[in-house]
C-alpha cells in the first residue's frame, strides 16, 4: 500500500502559476469524500474546494508529469 497522502494548511503554488492558501481537508456529508478547501492570493473572498486525490495528483506539461500544486 502507498503512504497516506495529506495536505496540510498552507501557501501552495499551482502548476499554472498562482498561488493558493489552502485552508485545510474537509469531509463530505454523503460520503466518504475529502475535499481540500482553499482560496486565492489575489481573491481571499471566493473559496473553492477540490477533491483531495485531484489536488494531490500530478499533470502532463509540456511531456514531464508535475505536481498540480506544489507546498511553498
Known sequence: MGKARKV?????KHFKGQVYIVIGVASHTEGDYKMVVYYSENKPEELYCRPLEMFLEKVL?????V??????
Open 61 to 65: 506539461v509540456k511531456d514531464i508529469y
Open 67 to 72: 505536481p498540480r500544486f506544489e507546498k511553498c
Open 8 to 12: 496540510s494548511p498552507g501557501k501552495y
